[in-house]
């Protein structure tokens, strides 16, 4: 009887899977991830039937747990909830009963076949009952393994941003230009970015995990972070380091309530410090400046008097005997009105009678170079000009360029005294600014001279004013340029250079 059942159930397995699949489709509560792969879930399906009705006939219960294990492992990696998988294999063992009451009349022909039967049946409720406890089972022990996964991941990603969040502290403490010293409590090195070794000319990798007395020889403002550690308040100071004017601030580290250490950041000042030096030193000469312009404006007006009474008394009285007094005379008078002219001009003193004009650079580069030549051929000096026949307009005052072309080639062949024959004048354009760069093959400048080359005043000539320079650099200034000094690579003399916007048509 067993064997006609199974072949008759063998059959009908197809059948009954697509019955147990539609059952599926119109349950609300079966996960849809179960209905979508239709021809799949039909092998299971059938797959399952099968070894229900290999057990109703050998009485082994082998082939049907070996196949859940496999089902239940595989659906509970899927994430398909439990319910839904037990729901399932309940409509497989009543699609395979409801089947078997159906059928039984053909299937059976004695009492004790029938009685057979029936006990069949009671079996095979114990079974799956048996078979979703191993659901259960693997279930569960899947849900403890991807709970423990999902731990590990999380630690394992903690670990990772951990190390992710160290890596970008180190970059950005590595990469910045402020010197940074982080000690423990037992004023031990625990960091030291390359700033700070840098700033104290040290070996970053031989200071980590020394003790700074170990480090740096006793001195006040290395012993400060101490005294913050002591204390456990910040503290600020100003520092010179290697030559360095540093600014020092050190604050604690606590660590849960307890002091763990302390942080100094240094910052270089120098550049700061010099920039308010300059600052101060500019607004004094400025003030200066006022005052020297309002003393050569009213000296100026006397003078005028002076000159013209003196040229009235040499025309009335002039002789052989005294003629040479009245051009000593006229000859210092003129030498005080250009002084005062520079002091003017040095001050931004504006003068009512100069109107600013569009006119071409190189009419007046031009001009000097042909005043210049007399007294450069008497001395031997060769004026060299390097100019492409291009022309540039430039907008300001036409005599003030003047006397900076002027000064500045003066100024080139004053310095070929001892040494040199040549000034080379080059005259190009630069995106909207001309150029004009003027550089001589003799002794060069001075490094203490290249520094104080546009203070007012400042002079290396037994009988210079101090006044050229400053004042070419505030005409330059005025009319939106830049003027800088060096020493020549090519010629080995000084270069100076000009920069003036060019004037727009």
Known sequence: MKKRIRKHLTSLAPGLAAKAYDLLSDHNRISAMILEERSYTLSLL???ILSLVDFMET???????????????????QGIPLDCVLERVRLCRDTLIEQIRRDGHRLIFTEEERLELYQIQLDLYELVDALMDVFVHIFEEEETQR??????????????????EQELVQLVLQSTDIA??????????????????ELQQVDRAQIIGKHIDEIFRPRENERF????IERGQSGHYVAEINGTLTTVSTSPIYH??????AISVMRNITDSKRYDDELSKREALAAVGQLAAGMAHEIRNPLTSIKGFIQLLKEQSETPENSSYFSVILTEIERIDGLLNDVLVLARYRDDKMNAERFLIMDEVLGVIRLLEPESNRRGIRLELKWSGEEWYIYGYRARIKQVVLNILKNAMEALATKGTMVRITVYASINQVVLTVEDDGPGLEEQVLKNLFVPFYTTKPDGTGLGLSTTQRIILDH???IFAENSSQLGGARFEVRLPISQA
């Open 147 to 164: 709970k423990q996964l999902e731990l590990q991941d999380e630690s394992t990603k903690e670990r990772f941003s951990q190390v992710a």
């Open 480 to 482: 939106g340029g830049e």
């Open 46 to 48: 059938e797959t399952f």
């Open 256 to 261: 849960k309530g307890d002091l763990w250490g």
């Open 180 to 197: 940074v010293l982080i000690i423990d409590r037992h004023l031990r090195i625990v960091e030291a970015n390359y700033s700070f070794a």
């Open 59 to 77: 009485g082994s219960r082998e082939r049907a747990v070996e196949q859940t294990t496999e089902i239940a492992r595989f659906r509970a990696k």
């Open 225 to 228: 972070v101490q005294w913050v």
